[in-house]
């Protein structure tokens, strides 16, 4: 084992295929190694994935490995950092949500002029039905009576009020379909 690199002699072995040497050196690098990732990424699963990736680079490179410049752990930092910058930098590229261009749920700016104008054309329309269509509609949707109520104070059957509000709600609609021509 080397003075200058206290990895040097495991990763050594573990280039020549020594499982125990592997075994090792998973043990001594792992925790720190997931610290890091996790640290960086913020996320366990992908801090998991990244150290994973990293065992597997020292595993493919321990062979080659030649002490120098730099320290194994070192190295090994370094990988491991580069591999998680290149996850954050994907993040930041990430494609746009599937909804990136759903429809705003609010209404729109104009929404309450038009609403505004819808309700003087309805009542424009409203005021040029026959009386007793209009007192119906009145009666039956803006006082929100019942129809057995609203028959009784227009001293009419159910069915008469039904044959009203009917007749009433096909002129509003001609009505208002002529006011948006």
Known sequence: MSLDDPDGELVRRVGEGDAHAVEALVARKLPRMTALAIRLLGDRAEAEDVVQEVFLRVWRGAAAWRPGAAKFDTWMHRVAFNLCTDRLRK????????????????PLADAGITAEQLSDAL???????????????????????????????????????????????????????????
Do not use: C
């Open 123 to 181: 009542g424009r329309a409203l005021a040029e039905l026959a009386p007793r269509q209009r007192e119906a509609i009145v009666l039956t949707y803006y006082q929100e009576l019942p129809n057995r109520e609203a028959a009784a104070l227009m001293g009419i059957g159910v069915d008469a009020l039904e044959s009203l509000l009917a007749r009433g709600r096909r002129a509003l609609k001609a009505r208002l379909e002529g006011d948006d021509e």
């Open 91 to 106: 993040r930041r590229e990430a494609p746009l949500p599937e909804t990136w261009d759903a429809p705003d749920p609010q």
